[in-house]
């Protein structure tokens, strides 16, 4: 009799917790659209062009992102290591931009274009190698082991990847050249006010949206996509269809690599800094929206990452009841940690039993 009791109990609670979670999300979407909604008609102009550069940076975090859903995807394991070699990426960019082709402010059209092809291939080379390295030494040995050895692993080889940063290239922030022009490409509205969209933020999206093309079609149509994506349900039966797993997952993070490159290379040149511990936080970032659009999908990574930007420029650039930039970061991981309460599979994520 207590133990029927006490059943219903329980049902009646998990019932209440249903019924609570979709409405406590539901009231704080709701309040987050009415306060967008009064700072676009209180400043029309300024609202679209704050949405512009959260988008731009939303595309940036969407790279790194996937590198940690990839790599969760087909080993549940969540790479902290990852941001690091996002760092990395840019400081090969820097090397590039400033010893190699000793840029300066708004250099010829050749030089740029061929600072950001040559940039470009050696991060992603780089970085690829430098993630296939790290599964080969640091991760591959613990694959039957706790999954808490393979998470401590992660965080070691970050602490190790960014003191590598420290050693090349110093404590100081490494300020790189204004490479593109200050001209507008287009502008909406009248100006002073006017919305203007400049070739720095045209960059971003012109070396992400190839990427992330290039990565879908990749995963979805190629030969060694679908070795991923049956490594990825199951690795013991992938084998014994004649997948190498071994190779497969190493493909897996070199393209996870390649992404973290290409991130270093954009931040690089769209923020011209870039220093040893850039990774760390700009990585927790992509983390964030990674498991907000539902790690181990790469649709959502994308979204979450937009999300995730959009969040960060509304907050740094509206005026009317925004916190401010101090409040960034609370903001974001405020954001992980509801996410990982109400809906620890995300927003496009598939919920799954543990274990399975």
């Not at 050696?122 to 040995?141: D, Q």
Request: aromatic fraction near 10%.
């Amino acid at each position: 009799m207590v133990s029927e009791t006490y059943a219903h109990v329980l049902t009646a609670r998990r019932r209440i917790s249903e019924l609570f979670t979709p409405v406590v999300g539901l009231s704080l979407v709701g309040l987050v659209l009415v306060w967008l909604a009064v700072n676009l008609v209180q400043d029309p102009d300024g609202f679209f062009r704050v949405m512009s550069i959260g988008i731009t940076n939303g595309a940036l975090y969407a790279l790194v992102a996937l590198g940690y859903t990839l790599v969760y995807g087909i080993l549940e394991l969540i790479n902290f290591a990852h941001g690091d070699v996002f760092m990395l990426g840019g400081m090969f960019a820097a090397t590039v931009i400033l010893d190699m082709f000793a840029l300066s402010e708004d250099p010829s059209t050749g030089s740029l274009i061929a600072a950001i092809l040559v940039a470009l291939a050696v991060a992603m080379l780089a970085c690829g190698l430098i993630n296939v390295t790290v599964e080969a030494i640091a991760y591959r040995p613990l694959r039957r082991a706790p999954r808490l050895a393979a998470l401590i692993t992660a965080i070691g080889m970050s602490f190790i990847l960014q003191d590598v940063g420290l050693i090349w290239k110093g404590s100081e922030t490494v300020a790189l050249p204004k490479a593109f022009p200050d001209g507008k490409i287009f502008t909406i509205g009248t100006c002073p006010d006017c919305v203007t969209y400049t070739w720095d933020r045209l960059f971003v999206l012109v070396i992400t949206v190839p990427v992330l093309l290039a990565l879908v079609w990749l995963v979805r149509y190629t030969r060694q996509g679908k070795a991923m994506r049956a490594t990825a349900q199951d690795r013991e039966a992938a084998a014994m269809m004649g997948i190498n797993v071994n190779r497969t997952i190493s493909f897996t993070f070199l393209i996870a690599g390649g992404l973290a490159g290409a991130a270093g290379v954009v931040f690089a040149f769209y923020f011209t800094t870039v220093r040893f511990d850039t990774g760390f936080t700009l990585g927790l970032i992509a983390f964030t929206a990674a498991v907000l659009g539902g790690i181990g999908n790469l649709p959502g990574a994308v979204l979450g990452a937009v999300i995730i930007g959009l969040i960060q420029a509304f907050n740094e650039g509206l005026s009317w009841m925004a916190p401010g930039p101090s409040w960034t970061q609370s903001i974001v991981f405020g954001i992980l940690i509801l996410i990982l309460v109400f809906r620890p599979q995300g927003i496009l994520g598939e919920q799954t039993p543990e274990g399975a």
